[in-house]
């Protein structure tokens, strides 16, 4: 079945350090992919998507690739703030289907 | 806009006792709904999804149970609720043709 991988942390970062979370998924045809962060005690945000691959998403700084030669899509910052930590999770949807398949997520933590 | 709402904030209710999570969606009309529950330190396990009222999909056997009386409301209930039913519950939508979930805010469950 569709199952998605992201490098396990926690991630501990220095303010405007540079970030990259891994994600590399396995489906069937041409998935859509999807980053989500939760901040905490609240609900996930969606922070980008790309539907079809060599897309890049981007959004607040945040960027990722849809790699389809590699099965990747990899999450990138290149300075993170205190404001930034959180737990991030990749996710995919297969195509002509509604559910959605999650990491497990990487919990991100920025020191001022 | 579109908004979605969930109740309780917080919920905490002894082994044993029944459950009633609510959730609403306003703005849209028709949208795929979803139940995911969020054990501690783990990631996101999607309970129930419904592509239209009174449609339920349900994809891990538990005691618990969802309903869709109405187009924009979804509802989780529990007979009898166990320890393991603690977590925080997220309840998302999505238009019937998008790619995208979007989250509510979260109802956190404690079982006593």
């Known amino acids: 079945g569709d199952s998605v991988t992201q490098m396990e942390g926690p991630v501990t970062l220095s303010e405007e350090a540079f970030l990259t979370i891994n994600c590399t998924y396995t489906?069937?045809?041409?998935?859509?992919l999807f980053w989500y962060v939760q901040y905490p005690g609240e609900g996930l945000q969606l922070l980008l998507k790309?539907?079809?691959?060599?897309d890049k998403g981007s959004n607040k700084g945040f960027e990722a690739t849809y790699r389809k030669e590699t099965t990747s899509f990899h999450l990138e910052k290149g300075s993170v703030q205190v404001s930034d930590s959180a737990v991030y999770f990749c996710?995919?949807?297969?195509?002509?289907?509604?559910?959605?398949?999650f990491g497990a997520g990487t919990t991100v933590t920025v020191r001022a | 806009s579109q908004t979605i709402h969930q109740w309780p904030v917080t919920l905490v209710q002894p082994v044993g006792s029944p459950l009633s999570l609510e959730c609403t969606v306003e703005?849209?009309?028709?949208?795929?709904l979803y139940w995911y529950r969020q054990a501690a330190g783990r990631g996101l396990q999607l309970l129930f999804y419904?592509?239209?009222?009174?449609?339920i999909s349900s994809e891990v056997p538990q005691n618990l149970s969802a309903s869709r009386p109405q187009d924009r409301q979804f509802i989780l209930s529990s007979k009898k609720l166990l320890l393991s039913d603690s977590g925080f519950y997220l309840c998302?939508?999505?238009?019937?043709?998008?790619?995208?979930?979007?989250f509510g805010p979260g109802t956190r469950l404690t079982v006593t």
């Open positions: 419904s592509v239209g009222i009174g449609q």
């Open positions: 790309a539907t079809k691959a060599d």
């Open positions: 703005g849209t009309s028709n949208p795929n």
């Open positions: 996710a995919l949807r297969a195509a002509n289907d509604y559910k959605l398949s």
């Open positions: 489906a069937t045809g041409y998935p859509s």
């Open positions: 998302a939508w999505s238009s019937d043709r998008g790619y995208e979930q979007y």
